[in-house]
């Protein structure tokens, strides 16, 4: 049973295809493995277990009777609770939404539901998303399978620990500045954040319209290939959803695989490296560039002389959608309603004591922010100013792009700090994201790959950026260097980790 | 409150600006934002999707036909269509509003500079400049129980009905309406019923003021004088009737005036008009203006108009009131008050349709204009609420002119109609109303009269035929009508001198 929750997703569906294995099978081991290791990792918030077997059953009859079945039917998923899932509960990781059961599902769980993939449960994850540790979860810490007293990443630590611990060989993460990739770096996972509009937004919490794109976490660089080609593709119900279908993907991380990068050029962006990255996460991103080198790539040095100013933009454009898209949870609909303590219980203060306590201190510090930042008289120079800045940054990687054919760097900054650590340094916190922020801004795809351990022996993430509509080029670049890395290691870098204790 | 200035005296001392947003429920099958179905009187909360209930994940997709029906109006108005326009989000906590942001459209309208001809009822044409259209969607409904005249204000709970939330809605904002002068109020309700004319014109509404399909918000200030910079402006909000358009412009001059006249400034606020007691009382205050921290909409692509697309909706664009009413006042001879007073009447379409069915417009106008207004007057209604339809009239006008009635017996047939008895010539029927044209009935009525009334056969004999209507008079009675009076005059006197 143990081996069937090790197995990439690739290779279990090969096995289910196969019929070496059932989907009921597979389910079973992964909710086992859930029983198991869970209580000390916290990656689930809801696990819905009987709901699971029951897809997994039917997609073993529906196997046994012949039928043609998507290549992922029967191998099961985690799903981020920002995503919102039809009688399952999904809370965004707020109590504001505690209770709360969709009446409809996300268009990329429909999709994940027509293809047959028994969903395990909803991953843990900074309250709306929230942050770069999920440590900001209305329902408790997601602990890092690396070091149960790190950080997971975040704010999709829950769908990264998940995958990492062998939890779910698939998970649906969402990355409004990085939430799918820095989580994958410091647990030694795959994340991808698709070209923004691949991916349908229906179904996603909001957190920022114009930055939220949903992706796939994963143990390897093809599975996040298949994950993402099956969630991505035009849906009339979001308007920002590109028209064009998905490249393909699978294809270009095969081809990866095979090493030769013969004739790509490959960006190193000098502004996301230097000061505030660990020598040891700048010594593995070296690495990786030789191996890129190795397999016939060219490493060109490129500037983004904006992307100084990135992190500023994105802490303005972030709250000031972030303010009005959060203003539908106010106790008269669904979710949390608290009156208040004494007084009159009008709309208005009824509205005033569910946000007050339904609210974690990020959130309310970010509505705050945002507020502020739209108000009349100072949305020129706040909101106005963080778009120009954006309008930069799509210019300095459109240049960029024009010399690179993908761009690279770190992932994160740092390896997985330890919990508690940042909390009260929101600054601090914010930093993680630095080289993951500009790709949101940007629209631009990007995927984190394994990179090695850190000088403390926690994973440290590789980063590959491509141009709007060329995800291909990560899976290809992502592939190539999971597969020369692994030839290195001797096997995946999460081969590496210290077993985890299994509750009894 | 103060008391008000009597309104002549009032528009006399004082200019009158007035500026009017009016608001128009597009008759889309489906919502501004979402495949919901809207229509009007469905049961609470059933015409709602995750979109018009503002869940979390919900995303609002562009109603295309909305978006056709905006343009359509723009270009009506003469306006300038955008060749790219946004959505923007206009922030505010309501229990009406799910998302507790209205998606609006901000600084990029659809439609912007225009103008709209409107003609007062004695003909005078006063031209209202259209600063923009926009497009919108509506609100849910709130009902405030056990409160004080259904306010929000004391009530013990409230409800909402999500079904009108998405509902899409263009909204239209004019220019300051200057130079109106005395005339403000009734500029102001021409204006808002050529609209209403032209909505239901352009089919992009069924423009039903009782059901709220049309709102108006009316801004109205007062100046010394029209070179005088404008004074500060009070907005009484959703005035829904014609009538009550006019009467809150008039009482807020008025008001206004008195204030002013006081030494006191006139506070810049909504206002609420009270239909029962004709007068506005304060809303909320607006010098604090409040902060809706627009933003454009991120879940929405912007609308690119394709400019062929707009010229194709140009070309297609149906015949505007006016202009249909400046082509039938031509094609049926009408002078300009006659015409003018068959609008005033709402008499255009039943007069066109009644000369569809046959009859001269002269007869169909005389029918309209007279019998029928008067009857649409003692029972205080329209004349299209009358019981009779234009078809009916055309069967009627051809019983007359072939011979069958008489007007007389024709306005008796009207009234059998009218009382539900069938059509003309069942009424003529089953009332055996028909003329008498059988000359030997008459000549025995005649006789009787003359006999009955031998003083006045014997003036007549004389040669004094001035007590002829006497005689006839009898005649008609004898014959309950039905006979022709030139008939008998003639049958009288040839009676009288052949014996």
């Known amino acids: ?504 | 409150m103060s008391a008000l200035v009597d309104y002549d005296d009032a528009v006399r001392r004082y200019d009158p600006v007035l500026g009017i947003e009016v608001h128009v429920e597009l008759g889309t099958r489906t919502k501004m934002f979402d495949g919901a179905e809207q229509s009007f009187g469905a049961e609470p909360n059933t015409q709602v999707t995750p979109v018009s209930l503002g869940l979390p994940g919900a995303l609002p997709a562009v109603n295309g036909t909305a978006v056709e029906y905006a343009v359509r109006i723009g270009l009506a108005m003469n306006c300038q269509i955008a060749t790219s326009c946004r959505f923007a989000r206009k922030n505010y906590f309501y229990p009406d509003v799910p998302k507790n942001f209205q998606t609006s459209q901000y600084d990029e309208p659809i439609a912007s500079g225009g103008w709209v001809d409107v003609e007062l009822e004695d003909g005078t044409v006063f031209r209202v400049l259209i600063e923009r259209a926009h497009m919108e969607e509506d609100a849910g409904k709130n009902t405030h129980v056990g409160g004080e005249g259904g306010r929000i204000h004391g009530a013990d709970y409230s409800l909402v009905d999500y079904n009108r939330a998405g509902v899409p809605l263009v909204e239209i904002v004019t220019k300051p309406i200057e130079g109106a002068g005395d005339r403000a109020p009734e500029v102001a309700r021409a204006y808002v019923q050529t609209l209403r004319d032209m909505f239901r014109a352009l089919g992009v509404s069924e423009a039903r003021m009782e059901r709220g399909n049309v709102r108006a918000d009316v801004n109205v200030s007062l100046r010394p004088s029209p070179d005088a910079p404008l004074g500060t402006r009070t907005e009484t909000k959703n005035v829904n009737s014609f009538r009550a358009v006019e009467r809150a412009v008039r009482h807020e001059i008025s008001r206004q005036a008195a204030v002013l006249d006081a030494g006191e400034v006139v506070v810049q606020e909504t206002r609420h008009w009270h239909e029962d007691r004709a007068v506005t009382s304060p809303g909320r205050i607006k010098s604090d203006a409040e902060d809706y921290r627009y933003f454009p909409e991120p879940d929405l692509v912007p609308i690119v108009p394709d400019p062929a697309w707009v010229e194709q909706i140009r070309a297609s664009l149906p015949e505007l009131p006016a202009a249909r009413r400046r082509r039938l006042a031509t094609e049926w001879g009408y002078a300009d008050a006659e015409m003018r007073d068959v609008v005033n009447a709402g008499a255009v379409e039943l007069i066109e349709a009644t000369v569809a069915a046959g009859v001269t417009p002269a007869a169909a106008r005389k029918w309209w204009m007279g019998e029928l207004a008067r009857t649409a007057k003692d029972r205080d209604t329209e004349l299209d609420a009358l019981p009779i339809t234009p078809a009916q009239i055309g069967q009627l006008q051809h019983l007359v002119d072939d011979g069958t009635l008489t007007d007389k017996l024709a306005r008796q047939v009207l009234e059998g109609v009218l009382s539900g008895e069938g059509d003309p010539e069942q009424v003529v029927a089953a009332r055996g109303l028909a003329v008498v044209s059988d000359d030997g009935p008459l000549l025995e009525a005649i006789d009787a009269a003359l006999a009955a009334q031998p003083d006045i056969a014997a003036k007549i004999r004389s040669g004094n035929l001035g007590p002829v209507g006497a005689i006839i008079g009898a005649v008609m009675k004898a014959t309950r009508g039905q006979a022709d009076a030139a008939r008998v005059r003639e049958l009288v006197v040839e009676r009288v001198t052949n014996t």
């Open chain 1, 1 to 504: 049973m143990d081996d069937l929750v090790r197995m990439s997703a690739t290779a279990l569906a090969d096995a289910l295809t196969s019929r070496h294995v059932s989907s009921v099978e597979a389910t079973q081991a992964h909710l086992a493995r859930i029983a198991a290791v869970d209580p000390a990792v916290h990656a689930y918030l809801h696990v819905c277990g009987d709901d699971a077997l029951a897809t997994a059953a039917a997609v073993d009859q529906a196997r046994a009777a012949g039928d043609d079945l998507h290549p992922l039917a029967g191998v099961p998923i985690a799903v981020k609770d920002v995503v919102v899932t039809r009688g399952v509960p999904t809370t965004a990781g707020s109590r504001i939404l505690q209770g709360w059961v969709p009446p409809y599902d996300a268009t990329l769980v429909t999709r994940i539901k027509a293809a047959g993939l028994p969903i395990l449960g909803k991953t843990n994850m900074d309250e709306f998303a929230m942050g770069s540790s999920t440590e900001h979860s209305g329902y408790g810490d997601t602990h890092n399978p690396w070091d149960l007293d790190r950080i997971p990443g975040g704010s999709g630590g829950g769908s990264a620990a998940a995958v990492g611990a062998y939890e779910a060989p698939l998970a649906i993460g969402t990355d409004t500045g990085g939430s799918i990739r820095q989580p994958a770096a410091v647990t030694g996972t795959v994340g991808a954040k698709p070209t923004y509009g691949s991916v349908s937004r229906y179904g996603l919490i909001a957190l920022a319209s114009s930055l939220d794109q949903a992706g796939p976490v994963t143990r390897t660089v093809l599975d996040a290939a298949r994950l993402h080609e099956l969630i991505g593709g035009h849906d009339p119900l979001d308007s920002t959803s590109l028209a064009e279908p998905v490249p393909d993907l699978v294809a270009a991380a095969r081809r990866g695989a095979t090493g030769d990068l013969a004739g790509l050029r490959v960006g190193v962006v000098t502004e996301l490296g230097g000061e505030g990255y660990q020598p040891g996460v700048l010594a593995r991103f070296g690495e990786a560039l030789d191996l890129l080198t190795d397999a016939g790539a060219q490493v060109v040095e490129v500037s983004c002389p904006h992307f100084e100013y990135a992190l500023a933009a994105y802490y303005l454009i972030l709250p000031a959608e972030a303010s009005s898209n959060l203003a539908k949870f106010d106790g008269m609909r669904y979710g949390l309603r608290v009156e208040p303590a004494d007084g009159p219980v009008t709309a208005e203060r009824v509205m005033a004591a569910t946000r007050g306590q339904g609210f974690g201190d990020e959130v309310k510090r970010r509505i705050i922010l945002g507020t502020y930042a739209l108000s009349a008289g100072y949305y020129d120079a706040y909101y106005g100013s963080a778009q120009k800045v954006r309008t930069l940054i799509q210019r300095d990687f459109a240049a960029a792009f024009t010399r690179a054919d993908v761009l690279v760097s770190p992932t994160a900054p740092t390896t997985a700090f330890r919990l508690g650590e940042k909390l009260d340094d929101p600054l601090s916190m914010y930093l993680n994201d630095v080289a993951t922020i500009p790709a949101n801004l940007a629209g631009v795809p990007g995927i984190s790959v394994p990179a090695g351990l850190g000088d403390d022996g926690l994973p440290v993430g590789f980063q590959v950026l491509a141009p709007v509509r060329a995800d291909d080029r990560l899976y290809r670049v992502g592939a190539a260097l999971e597969a020369a890395l692994e030839t290195r290691w001797g096997g995946p870098l999460l081969a590496q980790a210290p077993e985890l204790e299994v509750a009894q």
